[in-house]
């Protein structure tokens, strides 16, 4: 077991592949001799067999059958051709605690066995965080001095090269929060942007936060523009760039008044950009309200 803790959320997490999760959460892990309550514990195991435990079926999703065991916590789970269940995923209605099941001998064309651990471990947290009000943006966050600032686009649009750009030219004044999965979350009302150790394929993060000033939309332009989105917009965006839960309807309607609250919180944008130190510039100076140094 580690004890981590991410955006303010204390974490017990035992992973099967123990190697790769203390890589990743490293920044983020608490002494082994320091007593904590957790908010939440995540217990992710691989066996020879998944076995399901006794429930009603709710509904199936997609891919996923989401079921209710006779004690009222949940679960969903999928199956693969020979309908052998791959993977079980049992939570507590507030995912408090969160059980993954995975089968030792399921195999993917892209993704292994570390990787399913990872990205559900991920979705786990992120439900827990929406619970407390928060959210996870699909997007590149940095911080700026004392100003975050995340670059939300769907994947392969570059925010990522945009982020990087902010480094290149603003130096050691760019610290990167996290480079696919940011945490926000509000304290005193005010949202503030949190590292991860989920940070999509790459392990840029880093274990700091920042008030969030501005989130931004990007899209690929020969020239650089930037534009304040109007509500419509806005939404629709954001809709897009939220991490929403895979079978909890309720807590997607909870995850829409944090994402309204969020968008009355902040300046959302959408930036045409091509790769150069103009688009730095266009932004920079649209945010800081200055030009850029």
Not at 167 to 183: M, T
Request: glycine fraction near 6%; charged fraction near 25%.
């Amino acid at each position: 077991m580690i004890q981590i803790k991410v955006a303010e959320i204390p974490i017990n997490i035992t992973c099967h592949d123990s190697e790769f999760f203390k890589k990743r959460l490293k920044a983020y892990r608490l002494p082994d001799d320091e007593h904590i309550n957790p908010r939440m514990t995540i217990k992710s195991s691989v066996s020879d067999e998944v076995v399901l435990p006794k429930g009603n079926t709710i509904e199936k999703i997609r891919a996923l059958t989401l079921a209710e065991t006779p004690e009222g916590r949940f679960y969903y789970y999928s199956v693969n051709k020979n309908k052998q269940v791959v993977s079980c995923t049992i939570y507590d209605s507030d995912y408090s605690m969160v059980e993954i099941s995975q089968l030792s001998t399921r195999r993917h064309s892209v993704f292994s066995l570390t990787d399913f651990e990872y990205m559900y471990t991920g979705m786990a947290f992120s439900n827990r965080l929406a619970i407390e009000g928060g959210l996870v943006l699909h997007a590149s966050a940095l911080k700026y001095k004392d100003k975050g600032i995340a670059f939300s686009a769907v994947s392969g649009t570059g925010k990522s090269t945009h982020a990087g750009l902010w480094r290149k030219y603003l130096s050691d004044s760019v610290e990167i929060i996290n480079d696919d999965k940011p945490a926000v979350r509000f304290v005193g009302g005010q949202p503030f942007l949190y590292g991860t150790p989920w940070s999509g394929k790459t392990d840029i993060n880093n274990n700091i936060c920042a008030p969030l000033s501005a989130i931004v939309f990007l899209q690929r332009s020969e020239e650089n523009r930037i534009e304040r989105l109007n509500i419509g917009d806005t939404y629709y965006e954001m809709a897009n760039a939220v991490a929403r839960p895979a079978c909890d309807q309720a807590l997607g309607v909870r995850l829409l008044d944090s994402m309204e609250k969020l968008m009355k919180s902040v300046a959302v944008y959408r930036l045409s950009c091509n790769i150069s130190r103009q688009a730095v510039e266009t932004v920079y100076k649209e945010i800081i309200g200055r030009n850029m140094p």
